[in-house]
């Protein structure tokens, strides 16, 4: 299993462009709908709390995967996989070609043009899955969308995600309690005409 974890994380981390959020639909894909290691809300789940940790969010997500599939041998076995084949192109690159090289070979720069409409995509991907898999239609929508606004606005309180990622945790609870004392009046309410 750890043999797999590994190997799993480490074509993960080979085959991805453009950092975490381009990996979060190709983790999904490997963890949840192949290898079956997670269920799509237990995966939501932990990507909340990869997403909340200091550090790179492919490395975050890896880890508390693995730790939740073999605790902290897993942990380390998965961040190893995603960390090492990135680690290992940076360096061959870096023995072998400078910046100049790169922006001054017209085949490397169209490559690299190439990719950036990818890498997009595969950005913007796991936001639509993730939202779905969460929950959120048309109608709620509009919450994500001006949070995005807001971060993006620069304005110096406002823009802060800590706040955002707060408060939603706030609000969250206070949903929660609402919903769970709601549910207890019913039940209430139920028991009393018995």
């Given at each position: 299993m750890l043999g797999t974890l590994f190997l799993t994380f480490a074509k993960i981390g080979a085959f991805t462009f453009g950092g975490g959020w381009a990996m979060i639909s190709?983790?999904?894909?490997?963890?949840?709908?192949?290898?079956?290691?997670?269920?799509?809300?237990?995966?939501?789940?932990?990507?909340?709390?990869?997403?909340?940790?200091?550090?790179?969010?492919?490395?975050?997500?890896s880890v508390v995967v693995g730790d939740k599939l073999k605790g902290l041998k897993g942990a380390l076995v998965a961040s190893a996989g995603t960390i090492?084949?990135?680690?290992?192109?940076?360096?061959?690159?870096?023995?072998?070609?400078?910046?100049?090289?790169?922006?001054?070979?017209?085949?490397?720069?169209?490559?690299?043009k190439g990719i950036r409409p990818v890498v997009v995509a595969?950005?913007?991907?796991?936001?639509?899955?993730?939202?779905?898999?969460?929950?959120?239609?048309?109608?709620?929508?509009?919450?994500?969308?001006?949070?995005?606004?807001?971060?993006?606005?620069?304005?110096p309180i406002i823009s802060n995600p800590i706040l955002f990622i707060i408060l939603g945790g706030v609000v969250g609870y206070l949903?929660?309690?609402?919903?769970?004392?709601?549910?207890s009046d019913k039940d209430r309410k139920e028991e009393d005409k018995a």
């Open positions: 190709i983790i999904e894909r490997e963890v949840v709908d192949k290898r079956h290691w997670l269920d799509r809300p237990e995966f939501l789940d932990l990507l909340a709390v990869a997403q909340t940790l200091p550090g790179i969010l492919a490395v975050n997500i090492l084949p990135s680690f290992l192109i940076i360096l061959l690159i870096a023995m072998f070609l400078t910046p100049e090289t790169i922006t001054s070979n017209p085949t490397l720069t169209a490559i690299f595969l950005i913007i991907a796991p936001v639509f899955s993730t939202a779905r898999s969460a929950g959120i239609g048309w109608k709620m929508a509009w919450i994500p969308a001006a949070v995005a606004l807001l971060i993006w606005s620069k304005w949903l929660a309690v609402r919903s769970h004392r709601h549910l």
